[in-house]
């Protein structure tokens, strides 16, 4: 990402802390994690990883559709797909959970990791987000997937022991 775009990506997820510079001097000075309010400029949907990495790698197919940002959390075992604010809408599956108004998000900074976090799609600074109907296409065909594979993998672990 050229440097131009990074710097609209830290000012675009800036702009949604309680103060912009105090978090951009987090991110470089301080642990490399700030907590965002969600529901203003953005809502987050969390699911399991191994859901979230197939269902990001459904939304790669599309080259001239880049998705939109998206963090994994590797402690936590979940990937976050940042999508536009939408307090009405209701997303319903095993372990899917959406982050909106009233709710903090931990951040990384869009250019490097921080700890457990990273951007597996950082944001581009126009404010690109997940297209909900794009993704919830791509959740029920992952989910399809992975429940099609999730018995090879209980035979595969019989046929261990």
Not at 114 to 132: C, I, M, S, Y
């Amino acid at each position: 990402m050229p440097n131009v775009m990074w710097k609209q990506a830290v000012e675009w997820l800036a702009a949604a802390a309680s103060d912009p510079q105090e978090c951009k001097r987090a991110w470089d000075h301080g642990t490399g994690t700030v907590l965002l309010e969600a529901g203003r400029f953005w809502d987050v949907l969390t699911v399991p990883e191994r859901l979230g990495l197939l269902a990001l790698d459904l939304l790669w197919r599309d080259p001239l559709k880049v998705p939109g940002p998206t963090l994994v959390d590797s402690a936590a075992g979940r990937v976050g797909f940042f999508l536009p604010p939408d307090p009405a809408t209701e997303w319903v599956g095993y372990g899917v959970r959406r982050v909106g108004r009233g709710a903090w998000v931990a951040v990384p900074p869009p250019y490097r990791p921080a700890g457990r976090l990273e951007w597996l799609v950082p944001p581009d600074g126009a404010g690109t987000l997940h297209a909900p109907g794009r993704l919830e296409e791509a959740l029920r065909e992952a989910t399809g997937t992975l429940a099609v594979l999730a018995p090879v993998s209980a035979e595969q672990r019989e046929q261990r022991w």
